[in-house]
Every structure is written in C-alpha cells, then in structure tokens.
C-alpha cells in the first residue's frame, strides 16, 4: 500500500483491511490474533544481564569495590593476607548483588502481574454485534466503538464521530484537546498532530464518541515505534527511593568522613598506614546498609502483592507506603459507597407518582398506583419510560439466565424499568445522532427518526434541575395540567430525600430533514417525567466508613447526585448524624473563592451536585491545611483530581481509562471498603519500613562503633593496637547475613489488628528522626560494650607490650567477638519486631521466618567457626567450650536495652502508635 492510512477513504480503508462495517467474525479476528500477535503496548522488561550490572550502579557498592582493590595491590604489593579479604570482600559484592537482582526480580515480576490484572477493555463489533472484548485482542480490520473517557486501543482510521475531541499529548506534546473528524487528507507527509481522521493507541477520548476501524497494533502504531525506541530505558527511582538514596548519599559522606579521621586519628597515634587504612575500612564497611535501598523496594512490591488481593491494584509503587499516612478520603457515592445496583422504584409523570416493582435487572415486575397494579400503562408513564430506554446506551444481556448490564448501570435501569412494563425499542430504530452525556451539560441527548413521515424525535434525560431550564411544557393526558418547574422540583426533593437518584426525561419533535443533533436544538423540550431509582449503600461501606473514624480518617462524600441524596446516603453510612448539616453543594462552591472554600472545607462532609472541577478544588484546599488526601474518580474530568491528590484511586469496573492512567491506584470491585483496606496494608508497609530501618542502621552503627572504639582506645589498650576486634571480612559477613536471614524476615512480621485504631502519621515524618539517632546510639552501645569485653576478656593474655605472643589466642578472641556480635543481633531482633510494644506483648513464635533466619545465621557461623577451610577465608579459629559461658550472655543486651526504651517511651512521652497482636 502505497498511500498512509489518513489518505484512504473510508471505503479504501475497508479494502486494504479486508473487512467491513459490520466488523469481522468471531474466527476472523481469532485468526488475525494468531499472525499480529496480542497488542501489548507496555515497555519491555529489562533484560536479565542489564538488570544484574545495575546493582553495582551504587555509590555504596563503589566504595566496597574501592576497598578491594586497595587491598588488591597491598596484597600484590607483599602483604599476602590481604588478597583473602579482596576475594571476601568480592565475594560479598557480587552475592549482594545476586540477591538484588533477584529481589528486584522478584518485585519486577510483582508489579507486572499486577499490570496484568488491569486488563483494559474496548468495545468491537464481533459477529455483527457489539461486544467487550480485552485490548490485547483487538486485531486490524477489528470496528470500535469508542465513547467519551475511553482509551483508543490501536491505531483507528475514524468512520464516524460526534462532537470528538482526543488528548494526544502523551505522543504529540500538544496540551490541549484535539478536534477529530472523518475527512481524507491527501498530503503524504503529515505529523501525526496533524492526521486528524486517525485517532492514535494510547491517546484518549476527551469527549464526544466515536465508530472507527482498526488499521494497526502494536509496534505497529505511533506508540509501538516509540515504545521500541524505548526499550532499554532505565526506570526512574519513586519518590520513597529518591528519599532513601539521599538519606543514604548523606550517610556515606557521614561515615567516609569517620573513615578519614579514623585514618588520620590512626597516624597521629603512630599505626602504620596500613593497619590505619584497614581499620578505616573495617569502619566504613561496618557502618554501610549496602542492602537498605533492595529492603525498600521489597517492603513496597510485597505490601503492593498484598494490596491486589484486598482489590487495590497498586499503579505507582510509592503508593502503597503514602496510603498510611493518608487523613482524608474523598468518595464517590454511586458504585463507591453504595451498590451500583440501580433500581427504578419511582416513576413520577402527570404529576402522579406510580411505584415499580421488582429488584435488580432481571425484568420482572409491575407499575402500581397507591398498592393497587394496573392494568395497563398510563401514556405520560408510557413516554417517560420510553425516553429512558431511546435516549440509552447501555444493553441488557442474559447469560445463563442471569441478567446484565454491559454499559452505565444507571443506564441500565432505564433498559429494565422499561422492559418490566412491555416498552420495547425497536430493532431497526435509527439514532441519527447523538449528544453525550457530560458532566458539564448534565444531560444526553439522542435524535430518532420519527414514526410518522413528518418529524423526527429528540429525547433528553439528565439532572431534573438542568432538563426543567430547557422545557417550556409538560406531558399530560388532559389538557388543564400546567407546567410548574417548582412544583416538580419539590416532588425531586421528596424523592432525593427518600436516598432516590432521580432522572428526568424530556423529548421534542424536530422537522424530518433535521437528522443533525447539536445543543442549540435542546430548548423548549415537553417535560415528560422523573424516574426515581435507588441504590442501596454497601453493608462493608458502612464498617469502612466506622473505621475510618476511630483511625483518625475523615471521609467525606463528593457526588453529582441531589443534595437531599446524598444527605440520606451520608447519614446511612455514618459520615454525618442526623443533626450535622454540613453539606455544600456545586452551586454554592462555584461562587467561593479558594480562601473562602479553605476556610469551611474542614467541616464540610458532604458535597452534592459537584462537577468534577469542584473536587480538585476540594483537593487542594485540604492539601493547604497538611491534609494528607486520597480521591476517588471514574471519568475523563476526574483525571485533574487523581493527578493532584496525594493517592487518586480510580474504579476498575466503571472508570474511564483515562481516570486509570492518572490514577495511583485502580479498585477492582469499586469498593469503599477496599480502599480501607489499602490504608490498612498501607499502614503496615511502614511500620516493616520503619522496622528495618531502625535494625538495620543500629547494627552498623554498633559495628562502627566497634571499630573506631579500638582505634581511640589503643593507646591505652595494648590490644586493640595488635588488631581489631573484628576483621574486615566478618564484618562484611554479618551485614550481609544480617541484611537476608534476620531484616527481610521483619517484613513477615504478622500484620496488626488493630493498625486502623490509631491516627495516621506525619506524612512529613523524615527517615532520621529523633527516635533513630536515640536507638543507634543505644543498640550501637549495646552491640559494642559487650563486644568489646568479650575480645579484651580472652584475647589481652594475647598481647604483652604491644607485641603479639599467641596468634592463634588473638584470633579466637575476635572469633568470640564475632560470635559475640551475632548473639546480641538476634537478642536485638527479637525485640526489634516491634518499634514501641514489648517483645512480651506477642508471641515468640509468631515470625517463623525470623526464627528460620535465625537459626540460619547461627548454623553458618558455626562453620565459619569449626570448619578449616572457612577458617583461613573468615580468620576465624575453633575456641574452648567454656568460652560460651562468657559469650551466650551476649544474647541479653540487645534485648533489654530495647525493651527498657521502649518501656521507658512508652511510659513518659506516651508513645505507643504501633499496636502488635499478641
């Protein structure tokens, strides 16, 4: 083919793709499927080999490579002992680097499965009818119908479109909407920014609706070739590893500063060089959390794991750590706190209220006045349940004998209010044309051809407020009945008050030859009728909605809904009581100035008849007083908000794509209560964060300590001038091993039950806090002490006037400090399982992977310790039995100097937040 796509006609088009309007067959577009493969527009993972390099892109990794290949030339250059701590401290680099690459592997593969789980859907003739099919499976050839909100699946040549308007500003820069049509253009080098009849895979329907052609998928379409460009790209850091890696970048310059005057304090003394720059490795050795940034990620990807199967599928990794300190949740109310079940049970017409029985939308059921049914359907009902079911673009569907709705559910209950009493739309009924609904308007409109040979017909429904400006009459079977707007509107408030979502229907005749619909047309409509209908609140909402309160959450409910609705909902759910009247609806809040809606924004719980402009308005008031917010959002207009709240969740069942792109998190049941269940998880992400941060750094610090205590006290001390009391080496070994076996397994810690009974925390809370530096200060005391006593203990009868006498007794009394340092660790550990309770508040045996770390650690370090050919790699050598009495007591600092912060906190600054069950 010669010519670009936007050069055909519509039914040149159709040629080159061999199909046709009507769509293709079901084995028609399995087969094509099988030749152009799924259409899968995401970045290509990584390879494996690229992923294994990038753990040594690491200014901590740098410097233990620095370290080997000092100790490298010193060994070349004489010192023959040193080429064992090169190949260790090799050794160490590339084991850690193995464990993060499958680590990172691991939460890679996490996240993609949770990708995978956002499985978007577009709708296709198949088979000559209109079916909802995955993304992945559209195929060229494939017609899509396309609506406002929708994401275009492939690259489509349009067939037909009203009222279009796309964002491409994902693949063309452009930051306004595009305007959309169907004419053929004939330059042969247009951008695409200016091929206007092709709508491009990955942009977004902004507005209007469309009917288009598939002509290609894939790496096929704009976003494919980009995406090939692309696939190597590096992926950039979250906001919590941006926040990590400067706390670590500030903790190396920190300790290589310690390791200069370490190194300095060493000459002054009189040490050589060499045993000056070794103990000055030993320090910064000890003193790096080489694993901390792998520990991160991996606290994120499991609690983003977690999250999925509560029904909160996590988009932007970040998210799953900021949903814990969230203050504010900002609700829809269709489909959120409520059912989405839609029921018409009310229908209003002639100024008569009629009641329709039966539930759900299976359609069964009877119109009644006062109690009695009758027997045949009053002509005002009869046009306003017509209305409903012409001016629709929802399908009742039954499978199995259970009913559907493929569309709005609203929608969907104007399909079966009508099909209940035999109103029946015709299967050839021509929609001329079409206005969609919009949040701006608040109304639909669709255009008809008319029955007789002289009109067409107009039908309108949306908000009774809006469609009541446009009528300038009624619909009555007598003539003496007037048209009142407010005697109707007080029977919408009467309806809203009893929790009813009500609808009104209007209709207008419109010459033959109009067959073009704009909203120009829409005035002097006939009002028809209300359908009321009602949508109960979720039992689990409710218990969320509790929750919230007693964990120091406000929830506060943002609906497009009557404020009489909303009101009865909100007090149903327990967001208001009966006696609170804090609502505010879009009017009102459209007339505020910011500073005006900041200053009442803190008592306003509920929100009615909102347009979505209103909610980013609420978002970035509440922001302005510290409030940390999560927003939720289902349409194109929404995207501003999701994309400015701290946490914008979108819904998975009714949201647009374009809500799910700006969202950082997707629900799969559009459920309010899984959105508190992800605070929950959120919650409990931090504490594991926090937990291994505050094992993690204490440890190391203890360990530094270890080292520049001996170099400081070696003056006085003749031995801790012949050697440190731990080598390089071994202390690589233990924060590697501390790192695997003993911080990872924190992350396994049984979750609280009772983490929703205390306030969120500080969103601006910083890594090293006041608690941080108090706890390594004190474990750093308690790891060093009983360390230091252990080497001086057996090893001083080593040393006579500085000079070594026995060997082989020095190395066992650092073998007795290494195994020294490990026991005070695991006595720590078991503390350290939680930040602010007592270890005797919970279970010993409640982590079965920390014990199994555990005993893990202390069956390597008895080989270490016992087994000849480690001996000479470790330095390590076997030591009497009885030394244990002096060294298992060791177990104990750890442990108690823990508890007794922790009592002590607890005790008199009432500092309790983390709650662990017993």
């Known amino acids: 083919m010669n010519k670009k796509w936007y050069q055909l006609n519509i ?149 037909r479109c009203k009222d279009m308007t796309v964002d491409e ?12 049509n169907t004419a053929t253009l004939s330059n042969p080098d247009l951008p695409p920014g200016d091929q206007s009849c092709i709508a491009f895979s990955g942009t977004f329907l902004l507005s209007g609706s469309a009917k288009a052609v598939v002509v290609s998928t894939g790496k096929y379409t704009e976003f494919g070739k980009i995406a090939a460009m692309m696939s190597h790209t590096r992926q950039a850091l979250t906001p919590l ?155 009742l569907h039954q499978t199995d004998g259970v009913y559907h709705i493929i569309g709005d559910p609203t929608e969907g209950a104007l399909i079966v209010s009508a099909k209940k009493n035999a109103v029946q739309k015709p299967p050839l009924q021509l929609v001329l044309d079409e206005i969609p609904f919009e949040s701006e308007r608040m109304y639909m409109a669709t255009l008809h051809a008319g029955e007789g040979e002289n009109e067409n017909i107009i039908y309108i429904k949306g908000s009774p407020e809006v469609i009541l400006e446009l009528c300038n009459s009624q619909y009555s079977q007598t ?24 609808l009104a229907m209007a209709q207008k005749s419109v010459p033959k030859t109009h067959t073009n619909l704009t909203e120009d047309d829409i005035h002097s409509c006939c009002f028809l009728g209300l359908q ?48 609170q009247q804090n609502l505010l609806i879009g009017e009102q809040l459209a007339k505020m100035s910011d500073d005006d809606l900041y200053d009442v924004v803190e008592d306003v719980s509920v929100y009615a008849r909102v347009a979505p402009e209103h ?12 409030h940390v917010t999560a927003i939720t959002g289902d349409g194109v207009n929404d995207a501003p908000a999701l994309k400015a709240a701290d946490i914008g969740i979108a819904m998975g069942i009714t949201g647009t794509e374009v809500s799910k792109e700006a969202a950082s998190m997707v629900l799969t049941d559009d459920n309010f209560a899984s959105i508190v269940g992800a605070v929950e998880e959120g919650r409990h992400a931090w504490h594991n964060l926090e937990k291994a941060i505050l094992y993690t750094l204490p440890t190391n610090g203890g360990q530094a300590l270890l080292v520049m205590g001996a170099i ?90 500085g000079v070594v006498i026995n060997p082989l007794l020095l190395t066992q009394a650092q073998t007795a400090a290494f195994w020294a340092v490990l026991l005070v660790h695991l006595g720590f550990v078991m503390s350290a399982r939680s930040t602010r309770r007592s270890a005797f508040s919970f279970s010993p045996f409640g982590n079965r992977w920390l014990l199994a770390g555990a005993l893990f650690s202390l ?43 922790k009592y002590l906190r607890n005790k008199w600054l009432g500092n309790s937040q983390e709650i662990t069950p017993p």
């Open 241 to 395: 590893q941006k926040k990590i890696t400067e706390f670590t970048r500030t903790l190396i310059i920190l300790i290589l500063a310690l390791g200069l005057l370490n190194f300095m304090l060493g000459g002054m003394i009189g040490y050589s060089l060499v045993y000056s720059f070794l103990a000055s490795v030993s320090l910064i050795v000890a003193a790096i959390p080489e694993m901390l940034p792998m520990i991160v990620t991996a606290i994120l990807a499991l609690a983003a794991s977690v999250m999925a199967k509560r029904n909160a599928l996590i988009r932007r990794l970040p998210a799953a750590e900021t949903l814990g300190c969230t203050t504010v949740i900002c609700s829809d109310k269709t489909g959120t706190l409520t059912r989405n079940e839609m029921t018409v049970v009310d229908v209003y017409a002639d100024n008569v209220h009629y009641e329709l029985s039966g539930v759900g939308y299976e359609p069964v059921g009877h119109i009644q006045r006062d109690g009695q049914i009758l027997d045949s359907l009053p002509a005002p009902v009869q046009h306003t349940l017509t209305a409903g079911l012409y001016c629709n673009n929802a399908t």
């Open 712 to 801: 400081l006290l070696a003056p006085f001390i003749p031995l801790f001038g012949a050697r440190l009391p731990l080598e390089p080496v071994q202390i690589l070994w233990i924060n590697l091993f501390d790192s695997v076996f003993l911080t990872i397994p924190l992350m396994m810690e049984v979750k609280s039950s009772h983490l929703l009974t205390d306030p969120p925390r500080d969103a601006a809370e910083k890594i090293a806090n006041r608690l941080f530096f108090q706890r390594v200060l004190l474990i750093g005391l308690a790891i060093s002490l009983p360390s230091f006593y252990v080497y001086y203990y057996f090893g001083a009868a080593a040393v006579v006037d």
């Open 11 to 159: 039914e040149e088009s159709f040629a080159a793709l061999s199909c046709q309007e009507s769509g293709l067959s079901s084995k028609e577009a399995q087969k094509r499927l099988q030749h152009y493969g799924y259409n899968e527009l995401s970045f290509k993972r990584r390879s494996a080999w690229m992923r294994f390099l990038s753990q040594f892109h690491n200014p901590l990794v740098y410097i233990l490579l620095l370290a080997a290949t000092t100790t490298a030339i010193l060994s070349f250059s004489g010192n023959k002992d040193m080429f064992a701590d090169t190949l260790v401290i090799l050794c160490v680099v590339i084991l850690n680097a193995i464990l993060g690459f499958f680590q990172e592997g691991k939460a890679e593969s996490a996240l993609l499965a949770l990708q995978n789980m956002m499985v978007s859907e577009t709708v296709a003739l198949r088979d000559n009818e209109e079916k909802t099919i995955a993304t992945r499976e559209v195929v060229p050839g494939d017609v899509v119908i396309l609506q406002g909100g929708d994401k275009v699946p492939a690259d489509v040549r349009l067939l």
């Open 479 to 502: 003539s003496d009945t007037a048209f009142s707007r407010q005697t109707i509107l007080n029977q919408v408030e009467m309806m809203a008050d009893n929790a009813l979502r009500v």
């Open 615 to 626: 909610k980013l308005r609420v978002v970035q008031q509440l922001q302005r007083h510290g």
């Open 859 to 901: 069956f390597t370090h008895y080989h270490l310790t016992y087994t000849p050919a480690l001996n000479a790699i470790f330095r390590t050598a076997e030591f009497p039995l009885e030394w244990w009495g002096v060294i298992l007591p060791c177990l104990l600092p750890g442990f108690i100097v823990l508890e007794l912060d």
């Open 532 to 579: 009321g209908m009602i949508d109960p609140p979720r039992e689990e909402a409710i218990a969320a909605v509790k929750k919230c309160k007693t964990s120091g959450i406000r929830t506060l409910m943002i609906t497009g809904d009557h404020r009489l609705t909303a009101q009865a909902v909100a007090r149903t759910l327990g967001i208001i009581d009966n006696q």
């Open 169 to 180: 500003a994902a693949l063309t820069g452009e930051s306004l909407p595009v305007n959309k």
